[in-house]
């Protein structure tokens, strides 16, 4: 299991959730879910990306949980969630139909939103019944479909088959982090983060990417290097917002732009000057305020058109 090395102050220290769960996936992977805000409000769900965790959501949820129900959970083997052999794209797509299972109502509506990796395991699940049921619209956030390895500009190269053969042996290198030092900050924020990154933002990520222990890096790793889920994007039927830093090296904005022209409901797409790849920690402001954006228009109208319930007549003096 991950350990737990993130922020414990400022805006990046992750807020104490009101309910946690233990959810058991399809094939038995125990997955750490968090609720967090009040029951009965509007629904958010996060997924993390790669190397992450729930902390990494951490200045959305202080903001979001203040009026709206927020779960967010830890992919299998990062933060709370203990490792599993099992790493594949139908495992985050189990994974997060696990965590609709426990977590939300019966027609319950939702924002989904996923960074990086977690953004794939919305595009793995587009086709799966219960994201179908519960997806009111999704914000997808610095990620890709297919081509990772060979669109990264991790490497300072031109694109090619060396360049290809570099970053796959960096992303998919065993070596472990080590401690959160002055040179891996340094490292981490070249390959994740705008140049303008204030060095809370380094920090906060640093502590976030070293708690995941290297074969849980590794075996996801190679998850990535052959992922294609450009179908799952095709299958994405509902309204979908797409959001990427221009100085993101890990998923440039090509993958956006394809993402853009190959969803069948994008309702808007934003580049963001000069930030990087981690864009929920970078511009935390601006990314729950899509999400909230995103709540007012396809979630809220949708609670307003229900039906009362018996109690909720009483009151109106039905």
């Known amino acids: 299991m991950s350990r737990i090395t993130h922020v414990s102050s400022g805006p990046y220290a992750p807020p104490v959730p009101a309910r946690v769960l233990t959810v058991d ?3 038995g992977a125990q997955l750490h879910v968090e609720v967090h805000g009040p029951e009965g409000a509007p629904t958010v769900v996060l997924a993390h990306g790669w190397t992450c965790s729930t902390a990494f959501w951490a200045a959305q949820i202080r903001d979001l949980a203040v009026d709206h129900k927020v779960v967010a959970y830890d992919q299998r083997g990062h933060g709370r969630s203990p490792a599993s052999p099992a790493c594949s794209t139908d495992g985050l797509a189990d994974d997060l139909e696990a965590v609709i299972r426990a977590t939300l109502t019966p027609g319950e509506k939702a924002v989904f939103a996923g960074h990086s990796m ?41 694109a090619g088959r060396l360049r290809t053969r570099l970053t796959k042996s960096v992303l998919g290198s065993r070596a472990p982090l080590g401690p959160v030092s002055p040179i891996a ?20 990520c640093a502590r976030i ?21 450009d ?6 039927r509902v309204p979908t917002e797409v959001l990427v830093g221009t ?25 963001l000057p000069g930030l990087g790849h981690m864009t929920p920690i970078e511009a935390p402001e601006l990314v729950t305020a899509r999400i909230r954006g995103l ?6 109208p949708l609670r307003q058109e229900q039906p009362l319930g018996h109690d909720e007549l009483k009151e109106a003096g039905a």
């Open 25 to 27: 996936s399809a094939d």
């Open 118 to 158: 977690g953004g794939m395991t919305l595009m793995a699940s587009s086709g799966r019944a219960a994201f179908r049921e519960h997806a009111a619209a999704v914000l997808l956030c610095s990620t890709g479909s297919s081509r990772l390895v060979a669109e990264s500009l991790v490497i300072p190269l031109r």
């Open 185 to 204: 900050r340094r490292i981490l924020k070249y390959g994740t983060m705008g140049p303008g990154s204030s060095p809370a933002m380094v920090e906060a």
């Open 209 to 229: 990417v070293h708690a995941c222990p290297r074969r849980v890096r590794y075996s996801w790793s190679q998850v990535l290097d052959l992922l294609d889920l």
């Open 231 to 236: 179908h799952g994007v095709r299958e994405l």
């Open 247 to 271: 100085a993101d090296r890990l998923t440039p904005a090509v993958h956006a732009r394809a993402l853009v022209a190959a969803l069948p409901e994008c309702v808007g797409a934003t580049e």
């Open 295 to 300: 709540v007012t228009t396809y979630v809220q």
